[in-house]
DNA sequence: GCCAATCTATACTTATTAGTCAAGATTACT
DNA sequence: AGTAATCTTGACTAATAAGTATAGATTGGC
């Protein structure tokens, strides 16, 4: 149960482009660099996003991208889910084959019911939280980091 | 974000054994078997339960596996941990070089606030249940699915 | 002591995910 | 039209997870 990278490099590349603003657009390389991943890897992973709807391409010489549609309609969930999948894809019970004739388990069990729970308590925190969260968020965090005196306003929070 | 073969197959070694009762002793073949994995494969998930405490094994003719504790002090969220490790184990921000020299992220983002949150959720359903709670929901459901009229007590249900 | 049943350990193969590379297509600007 | 900057695509390699195989060690019963 972890995270994958497409999912934890594809929403910071998401992030990045918030941070852009409406319309602000990004390239490959100044995403790449700002979030520490190789040019083609970043091409990988926002094609993922392009497809999935979140944001949008323009070709050639001014291209980049672009949000597709305004932060606060971004829910994270559905980002996660394109990037990653879902936590629970029923692939074990589909090929699960117990010793009795009748699996008591094909139908319902208390496992898979654990993860429905898990599944839902996930849903809970994703389904809620928009892009346009996660940007406020960060730049209550960015003020409030910078307001901390010290060499690099940094220090005194490790 | 999906569950591991180790996890998904790991918890239902245990709730197996959990099913055979205190005490009770069932040996590769036969948990095996029951859960439609190779003996190999169910070798090597057992290990990984042995290692972590939650079950004992015997060798030797008559031996086989046994819970090393109740089914009521066996936490679940303790058992995926071992047997598939943390939603966020933090190895994405501490090899993230952002553009930056002082990298906003290298402390906080709203990105990782959110994965706590994730992680928060999620222990908040694992932490609690044990694996006396999956043994109960089993058994009541078993005998919930037993009880429909149909040609294999399950038709009705799909 | 011997044998069969059992777990143990390590190495191996296969499948999936992560990440790279190179050639091609599109666009703005001159 | 030409050129440079950009995204697009598919194939490739590397790393990790999933699953298998084989030889070894332990135990109980005869």
Same mark, same amino acid.
């Given at each position: 149960?972890?995270?994958?990278?497409?999912?934890?490099?594809?929403?910071?590349?998401?992030?990045?482009?918030?941070?852009?603003?409406?319309?602000?657009?990004?390239?490959?390389?100044?995403?790449?660099?700002?979030?520490?991943?190789?040019?083609?890897?970043?091409?990988?992973?926002?094609?993922?996003?392009?497809?999935?709807?979140?944001?949008?391409?323009?070709?050639?010489?001014?291209?980049?991208?672009?949000?597709?549609?305004?932060?606060?309609?971004?829910?994270?969930?559905?980002?996660?889910?394109?990037?990653?999948?879902?936590?629970?894809?029923?692939?074990?019970?589909?090929?699960? !084959?117990? %010793? *009795? /004739?009748?699996?008591?388990?094909?139908?319902?069990?208390?496992? @898979?019911? =654990?993860?429905? !729970?898990? %599944? *839902? /308590?996930?849903?809970?925190?994703?389904?809620?939280?928009?892009? @346009?969260? =996660?940007?406020?968020?960060?730049?209550?965090?960015?003020?409030?980091?910078?307001?901390?005196?010290?060499?690099?306003? =940094?220090?005194?929070?490790?």
């Amino acid at each position: 149960m972890k995270l994958s990278a497409n999912e934890e490099y594809g929403l910071r590349c998401l992030v990045r482009l918030g941070y852009a603003g409406e319309g602000g657009n990004l390239t490959i390389p100044e995403i790449s660099q700002a979030e520490g991943v190789s040019p083609a890897y970043a091409a990988k992973i926002l094609r993922v996003l392009r497809k999935g709807g979140f944001v949008k391409a323009a070709r050639g010489k001014e291209g980049g991208y672009t949000l597709a549609r305004p932060a606060e309609s971004i829910v994270i969930g559905e980002v996660i889910d394109v990037l990653g999948g879902r936590l629970f894809e029923s692939k074990f019970c589909d090929s699960h !084959a117990g %010793q *009795v /004739a009748i699996c008591t388990r094909s139908v319902d069990c208390s496992v @898979r019911s =654990l993860w429905r !729970a898990v %599944q *839902v /308590a996930v849903d809970h925190v994703l389904s809620k939280a928009t892009l @346009r969260d =996660l940007l406020q968020n960060e730049e209550e965090m960015n003020s409030w980091v910078r307001a901390i005196p010290g060499p690099n306003g =940094l220090r005194l929070l490790q």
